[in-house]
């Protein structure tokens, strides 16, 4: 096998974790291969807090034989080489008398300099990157990066971009395929929709998962509410309250919105962030504070202005934009996009087509923006 | 073979047909099939005002025996029933003996009763309409029934609907695929492409077709122009003009802005259309005059008014949609359809996706619309 076969190997054994165990850890797969090509220990990142990768394929390599300095280490992700939850992997691969290690992609965390690391210690270590390695941690990678969540933006509007007719309706513009996509394979990759009391209120919206002929299933709201309206005694009956044991709406209002001690709903949780004095709220504090309470990928699911907002500050990774069959031919509807840049056409944010569906006569298209 | 499958290959006869040898005539195909199954005759209509397919088909069978009353005839479009530029072919069929005939398609010209005629005299006549077979003359039956030529309207805006930026920029929205494919896929289907002055004047444009590495192939191209702008002498040197030896470039008037005797451009012809107290267009009146031109199928390419105004007026068949890989995020930017029309979404017109393709980031989305 080459040294490709080999990570894809790793990479394979990576994807065996799920989201939800590993939270906000990256998914890490990792071999150990002797000096006669046989893979001889191999192991994968399972569980946040636990095992990494390489101690699962260096320990099943190290039952088989004691010397292992003519076998090569392949782990998708440079290993760490910090204390954290776990002893530093390089100590390890230090102890472990490896001489040759491959890494698949090199971790944007400034405390993670195994790479040097191990160069420094006369390991040879080389990097072959693949655009799979990088994909499958896109959102540990924005987090370390960014310090934010993974950012996804859905909007659904006509083929002339309204996502609501004159005078508001917007039930339905796309048809049951589309909105069942969304359910059962957007909304369950996020650790939660955000979305603003203005759009909650107005859709009376309970924002989980809801699937054809099964039981629909809570996931973390963000609600985007400067003054506090969701807060408001009238709205305790909101639908959004109910149905939750593991999740949480958190009520992002501007600090003193919300008076300490005064009575919230079950499985509301206020988070205080600053606003500007034009009502806008700052996503840098937003997006530590989301990673803070341990949502690493977030929806938004919002109106016109919030989804501009987000956009024009280049907080969304990602765009999954439904296209319902529909013309409404009609510049009094409401478009999807409403804020006013004056950008010229060459500084136009660049999209790139990650897949497209259609769905009868609708079409999904999902993309991936320029971020900062 | 069953009945269906006899009505695919006449189809399929149909089909080897050109649209530039056939002009505004459907594509027709014909078999004679004899008591044992075999095809003994078969036919297609192949050029403008000579012999239909069931003369093909019923001819040849004839040479191999003179007693076709055991035979059936399959056709994929009604025979006619009227003199038009050959005899009806009713009577052929009635004079060859043939007592079973299978219909593909119905034509919806009123003087066209074969199906009624054939079953008055006795004959076995069924008609099985395909989906394949309404397709195929979907040119020539909007020409039937609507007395207009078919109309395919061609867009390219950014994700969020811009044609154009906040300063008229829209070099170029879509990628070099898009536009490569719109030239050698779409411009070489129709008869003319339909602009207004105003665009043609503002992009400098020629309206031909241009494929990367070929020669640039002309075009005829319908000028949407109430004043006479393009026939004012400093407009001579535009480049629509350029290059014609067997198109035309038609400029369509109100009646009276030209006057009779003045010089034109070569290969110009103005058309007198009448124009409402708006500015609109009578595009009754103007798909008459356009069929009279032998224009059966024209591309609308033109700027978000007249596209707006021909979709509000329900005179589109088919949306070429492309969506450029771009965010323009900018209220200030040139929507790509502009006409305020309160539409309630109930209202909004269907759009049924015929085919959807990608060319890299970009998007080409190819819809039929609902029609008068």
Same mark, same amino acid.
């Given at each position: ?184 394979? !957007? ?52 639908? !959004? ?132």
């Amino acid at each position: 096998m080459t040294t490709l076969e080999h990570l894809i190997v790793a990479l394979s054994l990576a994807k065996k974790a799920k989201r939800k165990d590993i939270k906000g850890n990256p998914f890490v797969g990792a071999i150990v291969v002797d000096e006669n090509g046989a893979i001889i220990g191999s192991g994968y990142h399972q569980k946040w807090g636990e095992k990494h990768a390489e101690v699962f394929a260096i320990e099943e390599a190290l039952l088989k034989t004691a010397d292992l300095s003519n076998c090569s280490l392949y782990v998708t992700l440079e290993p760490c080489s910090h204390h954290g939850k776990t002893p530093p992997c390089t100590d390890l691969i230090l102890k472990s008398g490896i001489k040759k290690v491959i890494v698949g992609s090199l971790d944007p965390n400034p405390n993670v300099s195994g790479f040097t690391l191990l160069q420094q210690n006369v390991i040879d270590v080389s990097l072959l990157e693949t655009p799979e390695a990088i994909s499958l941690n896109k959102i540990f990678f924005t987090n370390q990066k960014s310090n934010k969540p993974f950012v996804r933006l859905k909007m659904a509007a006509t083929l002339d971009g309204k996502i609501a007719d004159y005078a508001g309706a917007s039930k339905w513009i796309t048809n049951e395929i589309s909105r069942a996509y969304l359910h059962a394979h !957007i909304r369950t990759e996020v650790d939660a929709i955000i979305s603003t009391a203005k759009t909650v209120i107005q859709d009376q919206a309970t924002l989980n998962i809801r699937i054809p002929n099964t039981q629909s299933t809570e996931l973390n709201a963000v609600i985007i509410d400067r003054t506090g309206a969701m807060l408001e005694p009238a709205k305790a009956s909101h639908p !959004i309250f109910d149905n939750r044991t593991e999740t949480k709406v958190f009520i992002v209002t501007a600090p003193g919105a919300y008076v300490a001690g005064k009575p919230l709903p079950a499985h509301t949780e206020v988070i205080e962030t600053p606003f500007n004095a034009n009502g806008e709220i700052d996503l840098d504090t937003l997006g530590k504070q989301l990673l803070q309470k341990g949502l690493y990928s977030v929806l938004v699911e919002a109106g016109a202005i919030f989804s501009s907002y987000v956009l024009s500050k280049k907080w969304v990774n990602e765009l999954d934009y439904f296209i319902g069959s529909k013309l409404l031919l009609d510049s009094n509807a409401k478009a999807g996009f409403d804020i006013a840049t004056s950008t010229p056409l060459q500084n136009a944010a660049p999209l790139t087509l990650l897949e497209s569906m259609s769905f009868e006569n609708d079409m999904y298209l999902h993309y991936a923006i320029e971020v900062l």
